[in-house]
């Protein structure tokens, strides 16, 4: 079993910068692939950012140039810098982990981001 936990949304204006964090604890050693969602009001959960244990990246088009993921193995914890904010970046972000070999998935509580334009 893995935990995940969230923390650095708020309410950043249009421009501006976050970054959040997230802590795994548990059976960590059973990671391979970590990756960051969101979920927009009256839409659907969204992949956003995805770092594998290899260290490739992805990012999903709205946020490619602006975001950027990054890992460290060594204390748990996966980022999402955040910059050029825009309104429509406004969502709660899921952090998300995938288990070796398996489907296997973790998943965070969220944390807000509200970006104010």
């Known amino acids: 079993q893995v935990q995940l936990v969230e923390s650095g949304g708020g309410l950043v204006q249009a421009g501006g910068s976050l970054r959040l964090s997230c802590v795994a604890s548990?059976?960590?050693?059973?990671?391979?692939?970590m990756n960051w969602y969101r979920q927009a009001p009256g839409k659907q959960r969204e992949l956003v950012a995805t770092?594998?244990?290899?260290?490739?990246?992805y990012y999903s088009n709205p946020v490619k140039g602006r975001f950027t993921i990054s890992r460290d193995n060594a204390k748990n914890m996966v980022y999402l810098q955040m910059n050029s904010l825009k309104a429509e970046d406004t969502a709660v972000y899921y952090c998300?982990?995938?288990?070796?070999?398996?489907?296997?998935?973790?998943w965070g509580q969220g944390t807000q981001v509200t970006v104010s334009s």
């Open positions: 998300n982990a995938q288990q070796y070999f398996t489907s296997l998935n973790y």
């Open positions: 548990g059976n960590t050693r059973i990671i391979n692939t």
């Open positions: 770092s594998t244990s290899s260290g490739a990246t």
